[in-house]
Structure formats: structure tokens, C-alpha cells
T-cell receptor
Framework: GENVEQHPSTLSVQEGDSAVIKCTYS??????FPWYKQELGKRPQLIID?????GEKKDQRIAVTLNKTAKHFSLHITETQPEDSAVYFC??????????FGDGTTLTVKP | DGGITQSPKYLFRKEGQNVTLSCEQN?????MYWYRQDPGQGLRLIYY???????QKGDIAEGYSVSREKKESFPLTVTSAQKNPTAFYLC????????????FGNGTRLTVT
């Protein structure tokens, strides 16, 4: 089955700096890669996703890159703000399949 | 207002008792999922259902059971066979399985003593 590894498990940055979280997956058939943000005590919510026919996608301060050959994808947050502090999860799935999640990254943005 | 509703928010049970967690969605999504979240372990899939009257085991299905008799509902029963049932349980739905984002409920925190 699919295995998703996520690094780092914790990340601390200064406000205004960039943050990068990386994930690798094992199943070459996976073709959908979402990222979720979970604030303390709340539900995970989708922040950005990418499909295997695209190499990069941006949404304001957030971007995701995908390298299908190496089977890894990354989340990039620029100009970080204290409200970006949360746990971030990557996931991988394929058509009609289940979503497999990474173990999460706790991001702390220090003012 | 479309969404996915889990109830109750907190649930307490004695060891040896079965307990059922409710999950309802009005998003007209075909696929529904149950995840368990423990501190530092991310989200682990218990069961998922791609369509009504069909469901499949996830990675940690032992000690759990589900049903999918209606499109809107996907209840999870935690049986006495689950060795460590105390956890935060998240229900989710998606338009279809595998290629669309998950919409999560607010979760149920189950404590078994």
C-alpha cells in the first residue's frame, strides 16, 4: 500500500521567513496530493492541492511543488505570519483509492 | 449550510461497552471516511466507503465496524475488541474517493475508562 513520509515533524520560523515542508510517497500510481492545515482543537482543512499532471501550484503565500520522478512534493509558505502556526498534513491518493496521510508537521511562527 | 456533522463532541464509556459515533453529511458526497488521530501519529484510516452499501477496511480496522445504508450517514462502532479506543475520531467525506479533497467534521473525542 501507499506510504507517506513527512519532514520535519516540527518547524519553528521567525515571522516573515519562509517555511518548507516535504513529503515523499511510495506508490507511483498516486495522482492527487492535498495539504491540510489543522489549528489547535479544530478540524483539518484543505489549503492547497496538486494533481500529477502539474508540477507547481500557487495560491497567494502558499505553493506546492511535485516531482513525480522522485516521488516527492513540498509545501512552501512565504512571508509567514503567527496565524500560520498549526499542524500541516500532506496526503497522497489515487483514483477510487484511500487517502494516506503523513504524520504531520507542527509549524510555529514566532513574532 | 452544507457540511459534515459529528456527534457527540465528547463521549465517555466504560471498558467493555460498544459505542457508536455518528457522522452525517449533506454535501451529496459519494465517499466517506473514518480516521483516528492520536498525538504525534497523524491521521490513520479506519474504514472508508466509496458508495452506499459498500465499505472497505483501512489501515487500523480491527475492533471497529461501520455501515453505509444511506448516502448521508456513515456511523462508526467502536467495539470492546478495540484494545486502545481512547482517541480523537474524525469523519470526512469527498465527492469521490481518491481524487478530491476531504471535508472533515469537527471530531468526537472518545474516552474509555
Amino acid at each position: 500500500g501507499e506510504n507517506v513520509e513527512q519532514h520535519p515533524s516540527t518547524l519553528s520560523v521567525q515571522e516573515g521567513d519562509s517555511a518548507v515542508i516535504k513529503c515523499t510517497y511510495s506508490d507511483s500510481a498516486s495522482n492527487y496530493f492535498p495539504w491540510y492545515k489543522q489549528e489547535l482543537g479544530k478540524r483539518p482543512q484543505l489549503i492547497i492541492d496538486i494533481r500529477s499532471n502539474v508540477g507547481e501550484k500557487k495560491d497567494q503565500r502558499i505553493a506546492v511543488t511535485l516531482n513525480k520522478t522522485a516521488k516527492h512534493f513540498s509545501l512552501h509558505i512565504t512571508e509567514t505570519q503567527p496565524e500560520d502556526s498549526a499542524v500541516y498534513f500532506c496526503a497522497a491518493s489515487k483514483n477510487a483509492g484511500k487517502s494516506t496521510f503523513g504524520d504531520g508537521t507542527t509549524l510555529t511562527v514566532k513574532p | 449550510d452544507g457540511g459534515i456533522t459529528q456527534s457527540p463532541k465528547y463521549l465517555f464509556r466504560k471498558e467493555g461497552q460498544n459505542v457508536t459515533l455518528s457522522c452525517e453529511q449533506n454535501l451529496n458526497h459519494d465517499a466517506m471516511y473514518w480516521y483516528r488521530q492520536d498525538p504525534g501519529q497523524g491521521l490513520r484510516l479506519i474504514y472508508y466507503s466509496q458508495i452506499v452499501n459498500d465499505f472497505q477496511k483501512g489501515d487500523i480496522a480491527e475492533g471497529y465496524s461501520v455501515s453505509r445504508e444511506k448516502k448521508e450517514s456513515f456511523p462508526l462502532t467502536v467495539t470492546s475488541a478495540q484494545k486502545n479506543p481512547t482517541a480523537f475520531y474524525l469523519c470526512a467525506s469527498s465527492i469521490s474517493a481518491g481524487n478530491s479533497p476531504l471535508h472533515f467534521g469537527n471530531g468526537t473525542r472518545l474516552t474509555v475508562t
